[in-house]
């Protein structure tokens, strides 16, 4: 059992994590170190951090539903199908994943988003001014999308607004509403396979669960008003103090 200052920690990184994920994503990047702190094992603090920031991602989903275009082309209703299932395979590689195993594993995920946030604007602008892709080969980024978001999730936000940006020329504001949806998406695919296989605490989850509903909505909010620029340069440092601390804990 947790005690009050252990829920307060959950409730509040929920918080924190649901409004990451509707601003720019990275919301991982705020719950998973607090159940870690809590004492869970990385596998079983990354499935509960997925389902507690489910709902959360929901109601941002929502609060920008009147946003929802296709991408390149693409059918939302495809788009989200397809992450679907990805979400389902990435999930069940988690759970047969060993603990340590995923503890090697997570610097280097961190890292991979990390990179794409840092270099992903200028990788599109520099593919986009020599070559032109097709819709085949953003169903295949959706799917592979799809299994990182069921596996782990942290910076799938991140990622899949530097690989739209990528493939179909959109701008990162433009992304906002289907970025949160496939977000919600693949986290409601993991759900299904991480509460299955009793990989959820669920004394964590729910105070997580209910600061990511309300970190959601606000997130969308403030996400109306502010510009791309401070939620870029906010969201850059949580990833890089994130990822440094991962390294130091797998590898020191």
């Known amino acids: 059992m947790l005690d009050l200052s252990d829920l307060i920690l959950a409730a509040v990184a929920g918080t924190l994590g649901g409004a990451m994920n509707a601003l720019a994503g990275g919301g991982t990047f705020a719950t998973l170190p607090a159940l870690i702190a809590l004492g869970l094992p990385s596998n079983i603090a990354n499935a509960t951090s997925n389902v ?24 939302v209703r495809v788009l989200a199908g397809i992450t679907f299932a990805g979400g389902l395979v990435g999930s069940t590689l988690l759970v047969l994943t060993p603990t340590r195993a995923f503890d090697l594993i997570i610097p280097w995920l961190l890292l991979f988003a990390l990179v794409v946030m840092l270099f992903g604007k200028r990788a599109s602008d520099w593919l986009h001014a020599r070559v032109t892709i097709g819709p085949r080969t953003l169903v295949t980024a959706q799917s592979l999308l799809g ?91 949580v990833t890089a103090g994130t990822t440094i601390v991962f390294f130091m804990r797998a590898y020191g």
């Not at 989903?61 to 946003?67: G, H, I, L, S, V």
């Not at 690989?163 to 409601?188: E, H, K, Q, W």
């Not at 396979?193 to 669920?202: D, E, Q, S, T, Y």
């Open 147 to 237: 299994v990182y978001g069921g596996y782990f999730g942290g910076g799938v936000g991140l990622i899949t607004t530097a690989v739209y940006g990528l493939l179909a020329a959109a701008d990162p504001r433009s992304l906002f509403s289907i970025r949160t949806l496939m977000l919600a998406v693949a986290n409601f695919a993991a759900a299904f396979i991480f509460i299955g296989m009793g990989m959820v605490r669920w004394t964590a989850c729910l105070p997580m669960l209910l600061g990511g509903i309300l970190g959601g909505w606000l997130g969308a909010w403030v996400g109306k008003k502010l510009s791309h620029r401070l939620v870029r340069i906010w969201t850059l440092l």
């Open 52 to 75: 507690a920031l489910l709902p959360g991602a929901g109601a941002s989903a929502w609060a920008y539903r009147d946003e929802l275009a296709p991408v390149g082309g693409m059918p």
